[in-house]
């Protein structure tokens, strides 16, 4: 095994920039006259009681290890926080989460994970119907769309939406007829201190924190949960990093793309691991393996516990506590009872 | 400084990109463009706080991370 994937991986943190900056900034403009409350109102609110939140992924992990049939069993107090791609996963479960993060600016595809009242046929982009993220979409995607749409509706004003400047107005439309209440910040898309800053130029325009996302949503709402919530102890399900045993490499995220860079050495670039705890051997991809890499550096940094439960996955090493989702869940109860009481 | 490094003179040939430096530069063109594909949806910044609320009023950098209590 060469170590391609590692290489191109180094290369993925100004190819990011180069991926969603200038939509990004397009879609922030557009977007601008909409916005009406910060994110920084949304730290404000009462989220679940005590300070442990769950952040929830859409990972393989999420129905291998049915981590939310569990979650919503266990009473949990705490404050829930989905990214978008697992907002249909948890309202299916009849876990309604406090905050939905969205961040992804693409125009057509993310409106999907709020159900998308205008898609009437299945796209030509096979990307719901190839990946493993919301696996409901691969089986049926017109009919999935329309059941999503329904439950969206139906819970949207219990929601709130922690939403980027840089998301699709499309996505905006679709949170705001569902009645959710939209909180707004920038991703930070570079160092503010440095001459022309497109996070500066942001911030200057519309005032919203910028919050470093650490290359996914999965990241971005870890971190949206500690320095923005203000929550001490923090869960992760469905947030693995990598790719189930056994995953063909034709239904992995970037597969296209790495066909498209590399040719017939695309298989070179994945990067398979064994985790410690399962003895499980997963894989990444370059992408992957890049958020794996910026999460355990963030990880070192963080004022808050984080557990990793997702009893899978790639997302493992310094400043990540590795827990059964049930023992997290059971401490966490404990010490809800215990801020709660004084 | 630049007015005096400015050319002063005309060049009696005619410099042409070498064929390899022009290859170069396709395929790191290509590259480039292939890898943008590849990336997140969302920047990540080495060596910065979580979340930046904009300057203080002090002039300081508000580069912390302490978050809301």
């Known amino acids: 095994m060469t170590d391609l994937g590692r290489r191109i991986a180094r290369r993925l943190s100004d190819a990011t920039f180069e991926r969603v900056a200038a939509v990004g900034a397009e879609n922030a403009a557009v977007n601008r006259p909409r916005i009406e409350r910060s994110l920084l109102e949304l730290a404000e609110e009462r989220l679940g009681t005590g300070k442990a939140a769950v952040v929830i992924g859409a990972g393989p992990s999420l129905y291998r290890r049915r981590s939310l049939e569990r979650l919503a069993a266990a009473d949990f107090t705490g404050a829930i926080v989905a990214v978008d791609s697992a907002l249909g996963a948890c309202l299916r479960q009849g876990i309604v989460p406090h905050v939905v993060v969205t961040v992804d600016p693409h125009h057509e595809r993310i409106v999907r994970w709020f159900g998308d009242p205008a898609m009437m046929v299945a796209p030509a982009d096979d990307y719901f119907r190839r990946q493993e993220m919301d696996p409901h979409q691969a089986e049926d995607e017109i009919a999935a769309n329309r059941a999503l749409v329904e439950l969206v509706d139906r819970y949207g004003r219990e929601i709130r939406v922690a939403i980027a400047t840089s998301a699709a107005p499309a996505v905006v439309d679709r949170c705001e007829a569902a009645g959710m209440r939209l909180y707004w910040w920038n991703p930070m898309y570079d160092d503010y201190d440095k001459p022309g800053s497109l996070s500066r130029r942001l911030w200057e325009a519309n005032g919203l924190p910028c919050l470093n996302g650490g290359g996914n949503v999965g990241t971005a709402a870890w971190v949206l949960t500690h320095a923005a919530l203000g929550k001490r102890r923090i869960g992760l399900v469905g947030i693995d990093l990598g790719y189930a045993p056994g995953t063909p490499y034709e239904k992995t995220q970037y597969f296209p793309e790495l066909v498209e860079l590399l040719g017939a050495r695309h298989r070179e670039a994945f990067i398979h691991t064994e985790n410690p705890v399962t003895r499980e051997m997963w894989f990444s991809d370059p992408a992957y393996h890049w958020f794996r890499e910026v999460f355990l550096e963030m990880a070192r940094e963080a004022d808050c516990q984080t557990f990793n439960c997702t009893e899978g996955g790639l997302l493992f090493g310094e400043g990540v506590i590795t827990s059964t989702l049930d023992a997290f869940l059971e401490t966490a109860g404990l010490e809800a009872g215990k801020d709660h009481h004084g | ?69």
């Open chain 2, 1 to 69: 400084m630049t007015e005096f490094l400015k050319g002063n003179y005309e060049l009696k040939v005619e410099i042409e990109e070498k064929k390899e430096d022009a290859e170069a530069s396709a395929i790191d063109e290509f590259e480039r463009k292939a890898l943008s594909k590849l990336g997140g949806s969302i920047c990540f910044v080495s060596k910065k706080g979580f979340l930046w609320t904009g300057d203080k009023n002090d002039g300081s950098r508000t580069t912390d991370r302490t978050p809301a209590e």
